[in-house]
Antibody
Framework: QVQLVQSGAEVKKPGASVKVSCEASGYTFSAYYIHWVRQAPGQGLEWMGWINPNSGGTHYEQKFEGRVTMTRDTSISAAYMELNRLTSDDTAVYYC??????????????????WGQGTLVTVSS | SSELTQDPALSVALGQTVRITCQGDSLRNYYGSWYQQRPGQAPILVIYAQNNRPSGIPDRFSGSSSGNTASLTITGAQAEDAADYYCNSRDSSGSSVIFGGGTKLTVL
């Protein structure tokens, strides 16, 4: 069965960096994009970007450009999201999600069919 | 624009039908997907490609799309359907992803 297992909770000081991992199993890792989504306490879902595990190509939400780096290690089917220069506004649960697509319909459909369990990142002095 | 708009909150009586809507220009080119999120849990996919349910999602969940609006309908709402519901799609450029602000559903 498909699983995305994320690394554990982190506590960081302002200005520090955090790197969250997402280990995939149960499918061909290189065949599906991995996206990162975060959720601040009491807030909605915020998309951060994606990585193509096959090529390593990435695309980031403009808000995070210059501060986020998404990488992958195909040898262990893992994706990583590193966020730098943390502030208290970065306190959130960070999720990885696998994206599938359905191109058989009239319009294209992209969707997140599997999610990691989430990683709480707390930024506090 | 690159926004998806949802009603912040809705309520439905137990056993009744509720429709949750999501509006945005990107939905004229991409089908929206719907996610259910219960407190303290990761989101789960409930509808994709307009009206497809992943395995394990009850058939009381259905989807539709018209123009710039995607809809999620729950027919015969159950107590366990109380949750936050989010829509998403690729944005108009096709490169980024956007989420609606979420709808908090209360089952009375």
């Amino acid at each position: 069965q498909v699983q995305l297992v994320q690394s554990g909770a982190e506590v960081k000081k302002p200005g520090a960096s955090v790197k969250v991992s997402c280990e995939a199993s149960g499918y061909t890792f290189s065949a599906y994009y991995i996206h990162w989504v975060r959720q601040a306490p009491g807030q909605g879902l915020e998309w951060m970007g994606w990585i193509n595990p096959n090529s390593g190509g990435t695309h980031y939400e403009q808000k995070f450009e210059g501060r986020v780096t998404m990488t992958r290690d195909t040898s262990i089917s893992a994706a990583y999201m590193e966020l730098n220069r943390l502030t208290s506004d970065d306190t959130a649960v960070y999720y990885c999600a696998r994206e599938d697509e359905d191109s058989s319909t009239l319009y294209a459909s992209y969707y997140f069919d599997y999610w990691g369990q989430g990683t709480l990142v707390t930024v506090s002095s | 624009s690159s926004e998806l708009t949802q009603d912040p909150a809705l309520s439905v009586a137990l056993g009744q039908t509720v429709r949750i809507t999501c509006q945005g220009d990107s939905l004229r080119n991409y089908y929206g997907s719907w996610y259910q999120q219960r407190p303290g849990q990761a989101p789960i996919l409930v509808i994709y490609a307009q009206n497809n349910r992943p395995s394990g999602i009850p058939d009381r969940f259905s989807g539709s799309s018209s123009g710039n609006t995607a809809s999620l309908t729950i027919t015969g709402a159950q107590a366990e359907d109380a949750a936050d519901y989010y829509c998403n799609s690729r944005d108009s450029s096709g490169s980024s992803v956007i989420f609606g602000g979420g709808t908090k559903l209360t089952v009375l």
